[in-house]
């Protein structure tokens, strides 16, 4: 049976000694031999502010997913939180904050991170339908 989709959360993206940027192109890779899309479930970058290597590293990848017709569905984490995400620098990037999303009979539902006292009021939001919620929190 074909796997719907990929999930991963906490890359948190940049160059450093554990390299980062590998494992990333390792989940890139795996979804493109499934042909399946991509949730990302937060933190997927370090910190709001990224230096540009992360940035073309990120578009690059995404790039790769989209040349093969592939989503990549996230949420946001505190870590990259931020007005325009940091996603949007691909067209194939889909946020999920506070939106319903099928995969095949599944209905999976996108909350980005919530500061401290308001997770509850989105939870009692959360449709019915909802098979999966993708969320990131401390």
Same mark, same amino acid.
């Given at each position: 049976m074909k796997p719907l989709a990929l999930l991963c959360s906490d890359t948190h993206l940049r160059r450093d000694k554990f390299d980062t940027f590998f494992a990333f192109t390792q989940i890139i890779d795996k979804? +493109?031999?499934?042909?399946?899309? +991509? +949730?990302?479930? $937060?933190? /997927?970058?370090?910190?709001?502010?990224?230096?540009?290597?992360?940035?073309?590293?990120?578009?690059? *990848? /995404?790039?790769?997913?989209a040349e093969e017709n592939l989503k990549f569905y996230y949420t946001q984490g505190q870590h990259e939180l931020d007005t325009v995400p940091w996603m949007q620098v691909a067209s194939n @990037?889909?946020?999920?904050?506070?939106? /319903?999303?099928?995969? $095949? *009979? !599944?209905? @999976? !539902?996108g909350l980005d991170w919530q500061p401290f006292g308001t997770l509850q009021m989105e939870l009692e939001d959360v449709p019915t339908r909802t098979d999966l919620l993708v969320c990131h929190q401390v």
């Open positions: 979804a +493109i031999a499934l042909q399946i899309p +991509i +949730i990302g479930a $937060g933190d /997927l970058l370090d910190k709001q502010t990224n230096r540009a290597e992360t940035v073309v590293f990120l578009a690059e *990848e /995404l790039k790769r997913l @990037a889909v946020h999920m904050h506070k939106q /319903l999303f099928e995969f $095949g *009979e !599944y209905a @999976a !539902y």
